[in-house]
Nanobody
Framework: QVQLVESGGGLVQAGGSLRLSCAAS????????MGWYRQAPGKQRELVAT???????NYADSVKGRFTIARDTAKNTVSLQMNSLKPEDTAVYYC???????????????WGQGTQVTVSS
């Protein structure tokens, strides 16, 4: 099984910063991409940022210039540095990876349990 564990969430005042981390473990042959998604109460889950095995990044327009995604492929980790946080960033943040468990497996999509980020006014 592939397991993802997020950490770094918490309560912060507007304008502050948080750094989220995600570690993938279990049976993993190769991670093709990792990313972060978030879901606020009453809203749909949305993409925040992703990074491919080739280092190509993609950010939601709402976080460009404020958030930075990074990865350590060898350690199967991904982080999200969040600066200039706004109350609208409040959500549960989920780590995601697109990976093969073995060389012959089809690529699967895996999710973490989520970590709460709350930004106060």
């Amino acid at each position: 099984q592939v397991q993802l564990v997020e950490s770094g969430g918490g309560l912060v005042q507007a304008g502050g910063s948080l750094r989220l981390s995600c570690a993938a473990s279990g049976t993993i042959f190769r991670i093709n991409a990792m990313g972060w998604y978030r879901q606020a109460p009453g809203k749909q889950r949305e993409l925040v940022a992703t990074i491919t095995s080739g280092g190509i990044t993609n950010y939601a327009d709402s976080v460009k210039g404020r958030f930075t995604i990074a990865r350590d492929t060898a350690k199967n980790t991904v982080s999200l540095q969040m600066n200039s946080l706004k109350p609208e960033d409040t959500a549960v943040y989920y780590c995601n990876c697109y990976a093969n468990r073995t060389p012959w497996d089809n690529t699967g999509n895996y999710w973490g349990q989520g970590t709460q980020v709350t930004v106060s006014s």
